[in-house]
Each structure stands twice: as C-alpha cells, then as structure tokens.
C-alpha cells in the first residue's frame, strides 16, 4: 500500500522517468483549482528533491499565475500499465520565465521545443505513493504532434501575440506575467 518519502529514492525516480503523462495541481488561497495533464517527455527528475518540467504554450496559463501567488504544487503520476500505483510528488515550485537567468540551464535540458513558454522548478518536501489498483491499464499509442506543429506553423511573433491574447491571465483574472517575462 502507500509509503511516504522525503526523498525521491532510485526506484521511484525510474518510474517517474518512464511515465508519458503526468498530471499538475495548483490553487491560490482563492482561485479554482487547476489540474493539468502534461506529456511530451517534459519532465526531469535533476536529484532525490527537485524535479523541472517544460510549460508549452496552451489555451491557458493557471499554473504561472497560481504559481506566482502561492507557490504549492502537486505533480501525480499514475501507472496505466505494470504494477499499480500512483505516485504523488508535492513541494514549493518556482516559475522560470525566458527572460530569467535559469532559463538557459534549464531549458537546454529539454531541447529546442516550440512553443515553450516556461519551466516550473519544484523542491519536493513530500513524496507519497498508493496503490492505484483502480487506475486502469492503457496503452501508450504515440504522442500527439498537434500543439507542436500548430507552434511551429504559430512562429515566434504567432506565439507572442497569441500570449499577450490569451495567456496573460488566469481564469480568475490573476496576473502570469507572461508579457513581461518572455518577450
């Protein structure tokens, strides 16, 4: 059944490593929650407490605004296939925007990726696992090329524009200083 870490050990860092999807949990003390499926071989565990993963641009920005307010976040991790289990990993995480000096480091990690728009860098102060019996199996097909390849066809300008338009606040209206930090 469930055990809990404060240290993300070997075992549990091979599986987080294999994982195609996981899911991102964020809220200030007055927004919605947002919980976010990610994908994209985006993440890196970078030690046994801090993992970094690669925001691409979508239709919202929640988790830069949640961020920047309240910095808690929670990435899950669920086992479609093998041995069940869900993985939870919670921690304070930090927004690296473009114009940031962690940007380059950070970035260079994931390769050239379009439509990247930031890195959240979590420490991680509690690792928790259960037994995910109930999560069902599924097979992993292929990733989509969709938001990649919209991007691409976007351009750097398309992408700006797009953010000024549509990123720059969360659904309740809090700042994610997307303009400010990335052009």
Request: hydrophobic share 35%; with cysteine; net charge negative.
């Amino acid at each position: 059944m469930g055990q809990q870490y404060t240290e993300i050990p070997d075992q549990l860092k091979q599986f987080i490593e294999n994982q195609k999807i996981f899911f991102v949990g964020t809220a200030t003390a007055e927004s919605r929650v947002n919980i976010s499926p990610k994908g994209m071989d985006s993440l890196r565990v970078l030690d046994n407490k801090r993992v970094v993963w690669l925001n691409v641009t979508g239709s919202g920005n929640e988790t830069s605004a949640h961020v920047q307010e309240s910095p808690r976040m929670t990435i899950m991790f669920a086992a479609f296939d093998g041995p069940p289990m869900i993985l939870r990993l919670y921690g304070v995480a930090n927004v690296i925007h473009k114009n940031d000096a962690e940007w380059n480091e950070l970035s260079s990690l994931f390769g050239p990726t379009p439509g990247a728009r930031q890195i959240f860098d979590l420490t991680v102060d509690l690792i928790q696992t259960s037994c995910g019996m109930a999560v069902p199996f599924y097979d992993y097909v292929d990733e989509r090329n969709l938001l990649t390849d919209w991007a691409v066809k976007k351009g750097d300008d398309g992408i700006k524009e797009y953010w000024l338009q549509n990123n720059q606040l969360s659904l309740d209206g809090k700042p994610t200083n997307i303009a400010d930090k990335n052009t």
